[in-house]
């Protein structure tokens, strides 16, 4: 019996998740690729920034010990001659490719933030900043860009400390929320002494300020980047298909419109130009799948379209207030939310089972799976389809 070497490329919750469900076949060996030695959960980043959690797990706790890693960076990929090359020099042979190499650090177009704004994406770019706020006074004023996740998060943890933070939105506050529940989100910032500035784009960041394109201007010690994402150009620069992000063009299956050998998972991936909304869950939902993908192709199966819906977000406000956000298949927010102590415990819930589902796998491999209804990904594609088809005016 032969057996098929797949590499991933990646080693978070979409690459880990995929590595310990190829295992289900004997006559498969599987090579994960990652820069760093330890596994990064990103949902505490925000926490690692705040010095209140390390964000690091071991991959003995959560990684198939019959899984091989390689501490390396992947600098191309040579997909006619199915192999990978490493910064180190070497280079990997694979039968199967998983991109899995998820998102950090955009480029910000705004002028001076890559002087002046610290990010927070990256575990590098969050120890960064944890050092630079360890050497500054708790009483400086703080600027935080970004009203998503990240942003609000990170400003509850350090708010929290006793820092003067404001947030800069473009638009509002956590756009995702229902407006109930945005509400209470503005409510516990203001317990926590955060200023709120929504509606207006930051135009310039200076060395002790931060330019608003309504002509103000907030006096800033330290700015942090906490806007939009960015995935690693690795795709691209290969020769494989993106979209305008960088995300590596897939069909339904996950399989690169380029090349059946190659499938994607998570953040770096855009089935049908139309990616799922970035989430931990969602990442590993897409590494099982991509998983699956992989073993039906060694099978000689047709591999089956992903279903996959999670209508539900939750936000940490320190360590003592959340809210788990409900919402509706078709991603919209439902009026229904949980807030303050339940919040907390669901969004710490949903922290750790993350690391649980990736462990489970590991000791049982095609184990795990989730939500899907048949409806919502199939509407959303055919509304795709007849807009393309829509005659121009």
Same mark, same amino acid.
Not at 3 to 29: H, P, S
Not at 176 to 194: E, I, N
Not at 282 to 295: K, M, N, Q
């Given at each position: 019996?032969?057996?098929?070497?797949?590499?991933?490329?990646?080693?978070? /919750?979409?690459?880990?998740? @995929? @590595?310990?469900?190829?295992?289900?076949?004997?006559?498969?060996?599987?090579?994960?690729?990652?820069?760093?030695?330890?596994?990064?959960?990103?949902? *505490?980043?925000?926490?690692?920034?705040?010095?209140?959690?390390?964000?690091?797990?071991? /991959?003995?706790?959560?990684?198939?010990?019959?899984?091989?890693?390689?501490?390396?960076?992947?600098?191309?990929?040579?997909?006619?001659?199915?192999?990978?090359?490493?910064?180190?020099?070497?280079?990997?042979?694979?039968?199967?490719?998983?991109?899995?190499?998820?998102? +950090?650090?955009?480029?910000?177009?705004?002028?001076?933030?890559?002087?002046?704004? /610290?990010?927070?994406?990256?575990?590098? &770019? &969050?120890?960064?900043?944890?050092?630079?706020?360890?050497?500054?006074?708790?009483?400086?004023?703080?600027?935080?860009?970004?009203?998503? !996740?990240?942003?609000?998060?990170?400003?509850?943890?350090?708010?929290?400390?006793?820092?003067?933070?404001?947030?800069?939105?473009?638009?509002?506050?956590?756009?995702?929320?229902? !407006?109930?529940?945005? *509400?209470?989100?503005?409510?516990?910032?203001?317990?926590?002494?955060?200023?709120?500035? #929504?509606?207006?784009?930051?135009? @310039?960041?200076? *060395?002790?300020?931060?330019?608003?394109?309504? +002509?103000?201007?907030?006096?800033?010690?330290?700015?942090?980047?906490?806007?939009?994402?960015?995935?690693?150009?690795?795709?691209?620069?290969?020769?494989?298909?993106?979209?305008?992000?960088?995300?590596?063009?897939?069909? #339904?299956?996950?399989?690169?419109?380029?090349?059946?050998?190659?499938?994607?998972?998570?953040?770096?991936?855009?089935?049908?130009?139309? !990616?799922?909304?970035?989430?931990?869950?969602?990442?590993?939902?897409?590494?099982?799948?991509?998983?699956?993908?992989?073993?039906?192709?060694?099978?000689?199966?047709?591999? &089956?379209?992903?279903?996959?819906?999670?209508?539900?977000?939750?936000?940490?406000?320190?360590?003592?207030?959340?809210? /788990?956000?409900?919402?509706?298949?078709?991603?919209?927010?439902?009026?229904?939310?949980?807030? +303050?102590?339940?919040?907390?415990?669901?969004?710490?819930?949903?922290?750790?089972?993350?690391?649980?589902?990736?462990?489970?796998?590991? *000791?049982? !491999?095609?184990?795990?799976?989730?939500?899907?209804? +048949?409806?919502?990904?199939?509407?959303?594609?055919?509304?795709?389809?007849? &807009?393309?088809?829509?005659?121009?005016?």
């Amino acid at each position: 019996m032969s057996t098929n070497e797949v590499v991933v490329i990646g080693g978070g /919750y979409a690459g880990v998740m @995929a @590595a310990n469900r190829l295992l289900q076949r004997d006559d498969v060996r599987v090579t994960v690729i990652n820069p760093r030695e330890v596994f990064v959960p990103r949902l *505490r980043l925000h926490q690692l920034v705040g010095a209140t959690h390390d964000a690091a797990v071991e /991959y003995r706790e959560i990684l198939a010990e019959q899984v091989r890693l390689v501490v390396d960076s992947v600098t191309r990929i040579d997909a006619d001659a199915r192999t990978v090359h490493l910064s180190g020099g070497d280079s990997i042979g694979y039968d199967y490719l998983v991109y899995a190499v998820g998102s +950090g650090i955009p480029a910000p177009r705004v002028p001076g933030a890559a002087e002046f704004a /610290y990010p927070v994406a990256t575990v590098e &770019a &969050a120890q960064r900043l944890r050092s630079v706020l360890f050497d500054t006074p708790v009483s400086v004023p703080v600027t935080v860009i970004g009203g998503g !996740p990240t942003g609000i998060e990170t400003a509850a943890e350090l708010a929290e400390q006793g820092r003067a933070i404001t947030v800069a939105c473009g638009s509002v506050l956590a756009p995702y929320l229902h !407006p109930k529940a945005r *509400r209470t989100a503005r409510k516990y910032l203001a317990k926590l002494g955060v200023t709120v500035v #929504e509606g207006s784009d930051v135009t @310039a960041i200076e *060395r002790h300020a931060v330019q608003l394109g309504d +002509g103000r201007t907030l006096t800033s010690e330290v700015t942090i980047w906490a806007a939009g994402f960015g995935v690693p150009d690795l795709a691209g620069r290969s020769g494989l298909s993106v979209d305008a992000t960088g995300r590596l063009l897939t069909d #339904e299956t996950l399989t690169s419109i380029d090349d059946e050998r190659i499938v994607a998972a998570g953040d770096s991936s855009a089935p049908s130009d139309l !990616p799922f909304r970035m989430s931990a869950y969602t990442a590993y939902c897409l590494g099982a799948h991509a998983a699956d993908t992989v073993l039906h192709r060694i099978a000689g199966e047709q591999p &089956a379209p992903i279903d996959l819906a999670f209508p539900a977000m939750c936000l940490s406000f320190g360590r003592d207030a959340g809210i /788990y956000q409900l919402g509706h298949k078709d991603e919209t927010a439902m009026r229904l939310y949980f807030g +303050g102590f339940a919040g907390k415990k669901l969004k710490e819930f949903a922290c750790e089972a993350g690391i649980k589902h990736l462990a489970t796998e590991a *000791r049982k !491999p095609g184990s795990h799976h989730w939500f899907s209804d +048949g409806e919502h990904r199939p509407a959303l594609l055919r509304a795709r389809r007849s &807009a393309s088809a829509a005659p121009v005016a």
